[in-house]
């Protein structure tokens, strides 16, 4: 019971914290317009945007496959599914692997998952189509294997070409997971003070190549012309453009000194906001206080410098998502202070665990119900009711122009995926630029008069006459905006 019961809670309890905070179908919550174009190039078969996340569009597509409830529900259910892994692996973590100087604290796993699983930012992308949640169970699962340390030289083997997979597919779902690469090549490396497997190193350089194949989906995709068909990567320029996030290059090395002072100062009131004054106090003292020289404070410690410097230094809005990985160490980091507080209060009280599982108990209770309204996506209905007045009020075989991440990634999830008003031609005025969304365009249009050359609105009204025109958006407000071309 004591083995099996504490994961089992764990869980559970998180698992119904999701589900009913979940989005029930498209959402705007937390950040998250992206889903639309998600969930669209996932049931169409296509490409998502950079850096097309072959992985997370794989998985997505069996969730799709569930017959229970909206697309976007069953889409929505991968990341509550991710983010339950996510919090179990942290408690095999802290109380399973061989490294662990909380081995066999089931308490010490308990806080440090729900520590992760009820942080705000975890929580938040638990709930909606992102691919957040998946990267931080693979990021929990590569350091998990990391960890690991067989006897056998056949265990050995097979456990470095688990380690270097796992990085290499978490690497076809978030580009990021680039800096689980030297934890997984040198773990099985690394033996005693002065000696190096190059084996070893071999064996998990060669799968870790063989994980990111999966990105050899998007280019055999792309051959079928998909109407969600980011950067149509047929070719080398086009397959590195979208691989690489060069459409987002620009937002790294951007700042200023005293912008990244900002972000610094950004970056402290987030983690305070994740785990309050207690989860600092107790992230600290298992961080400094109780540290031993093992491979979970190695792992951990390179895995929070590396996603921080990372976040801190990348200038967009979202950026707070990417220290989820930070998280995820400070979560460990508060399972070894509370094992190693308990350890000292034991030498005077034997009931300690049980008074500190009590105490726990109503804490994480507390902050679930003080956290639950900033998060909680089972009430945003604004994408649903967006798309479905477009889709209600748009004139018959009418172009419809529509600007932003929420109108555009909206309209493809009504249009493309749920293929519903079949007669309308939608197009994003942002992407018009670039020849390879012009050519889907003309691919998926057949019917519409496409001028020459680059294509732009002002000169494919004038082509299209016969036509209605609608202009939609939503920024601060929607709007939706339709006449005749006539």
């Not at 889409?75 to 339950?84: E, H, I, K, P, R």
């Not at 692997?97 to 992760?116: D, V």
């Not at 900033?374 to 479905?388: I, K």
Request: hydrophobic share 55%; glycine share 6%.
């Amino acid at each position: 019971m004591r083995k099996f019961l504490p994961p089992f809670i764990l869980a559970i309890s998180l698992g119904m914290v999701y589900l009913a905070t979940l989005a029930p179908g498209l959402s705007w919550a937390n950040d998250g317009s992206d889903g639309g174009d998600l969930i669209t190039a996932a049931a169409t078969s296509g490409i998502a945007h950079p850096t097309g996340y072959p992985l997370y569009l794989l998985i997505a597509k069996f969730f799709q496959l569930n017959p229970f409830g909206s697309l976007a529900f069953r889409t929505n259910l991968l990341s509550a599914l991710a983010a339950v892994l996510a919090a179990l692996l942290v408690y095999i973590i802290l109380v399973y692997s061989p490294s662990s100087p909380a081995a066999g604290n089931w308490l010490a796993g308990m806080a440090a998952g729900y520590a992760l699983g009820l942080s705000p930012v975890f929580w938040s992308q638990a709930v909606i189509s992102e691919v957040y949640a998946l990267h931080v169970a693979l990021v929990a699962m590569s350091h998990l294997l990391c960890l690991w340390i067989p006897e056998s030289e056949p265990g050995l083997s097979n456990l470095n070409k688990l380690r270097g997979l796992v990085a290499g597919l978490a690497l076809g779902n978030q580009l990021t997971a680039v800096f689980l690469l030297p934890a997984a090549l040198l773990s099985g490396s690394v033996r005693g003070k002065w000696k190096f497997d190059w084996r070893s190193l071999g064996q998990s350089a060669v799968w870790y190549a063989l994980g990111l194949l999966i990105y050899l989906i998007l280019p055999l995709r792309a051959m079928a012309q998909p109407i969600i068909n980011w950067g149509n990567p047929v070719n080398f320029n086009n397959f590195t453009w979208l691989v690489s996030g060069a459409l987002y290059q620009g937002s790294l090395l951007d700042l200023t000194t005293a912008q990244i002072l900002e972000r610094i100062q950004a970056w402290a009131y987030f983690l305070v906001q994740q785990f309050s004054a207690p989860g600092i106090v107790l992230g600290v003292i298992g961080l400094i206080i109780f540290f031993k020289p093992t491979r979970l404070y190695f792992i951990t410690i390179f895995n929070a410098i590396i996603f921080s410097l990372f976040a801190i230094q990348y200038s967009t809005f979202d950026s707070y998502v990417y220290l989820l990985p930070v998280y995820l160490s400070f979560a460990v980091w508060i399972g070894l202070g509370l094992a190693g507080l308990l350890e000292q209060i034991k030498k005077y009280r034997c009931q300690a665990n049980w008074a500190a599982a009590g105490i726990l108990l109503i804490w994480f209770a507390a902050v679930a119900f003080a956290r639950w309204p900033q998060v909680d996506a089972s009430q945003d209905m604004r994408a649903e009711e967006f798309g479905a007045r477009v889709m209600r009020e748009a004139p018959e075989k009418a172009i419809v122009f529509a600007k932003g991440d929420k109108a555009v990634f909206t309209l493809w999830y009504f249009h493309f995926a749920l293929k519903q008003r079949t007669d309308l031609i939608v197009i994003s005025n942002e992407l018009l630029p670039y020849d390879w969304y012009a050519d889907s365009l003309r691919a998926h249009y057949p019917d519409v008069h496409w001028p020459e050359g680059i294509l732009w609105a002002p000169n494919i009204i004038p082509a299209n006459k016969e036509r209605s025109i609608c202009e939609v958006s939503y920024f601060e407000a929607e709007m939706i905006a339709c006449k005749s071309s006539k």
